[in-house]
Nanobody, 123 residues
Framework: QVQLVESGGGLVQAGGSLRLSCAASGRTFSRYGMGWFRQDPGKAWEFVAAISWTGGTMAYADSVKGRFTISRDNAKNTTYLQMNSLKPEDTAVYYC????????????????WGQGTQVTVSS
């Protein structure tokens, strides 16, 4: 069982940066693949980024590639999403997710979810 808690969201102007954190409970965090997804009300869920349990492999949505960076610190049981050059269309609730085996863009594969953190980018 893994419990996830996101933090770091907020209001930022276009062009600014935020770093989201996802703190996980459980001693086996280092063996879980991690992902970030987002949802703006009225819109579909969108994959943002994912990282393997070793941290050696990352994947990004085309919409954030070159602007966002996913990373993890297994010693701290934490996954990060560094978001630079933010745009108004990045506004959404951001969720982290974990899975014992999978890491990638398929939202259906993740077993554990955080409660989300709001990111609002003003123009």
């Amino acid at each position: 069982q893994v419990q996830l808690v996101e933090s770091g969201g907020g209001l930022v102007q276009a062009g600014g940066s935020l770093r989201l954190s996802c703190a996980a409970s459980g001693r086996t965090f280092s063996r879980y693949g991690m992902g970030w997804f987002r949802q703006d009300p009225g819109k579909a869920w969108e994959f943002v980024a994912a990282i393997s349990w070793t941290g050696g492999t990352m994947a990004y949505a085309d919409s954030v590639k070159g602007r966002f960076t996913i990373s993890r610190d297994n010693a701290k049981n934490t996954t990060y999403l560094q978001m630079n050059s933010l745009k108004p269309e990045d506004t959404a609730v951001y969720y982290c997710a974990a899975d014992r085996i999978y890491y990638g863009s398929d939202i259906r594969e993740y077993d554990y979810w955080g409660q989300g953190t709001q990111v609002t980018v003003s123009s």
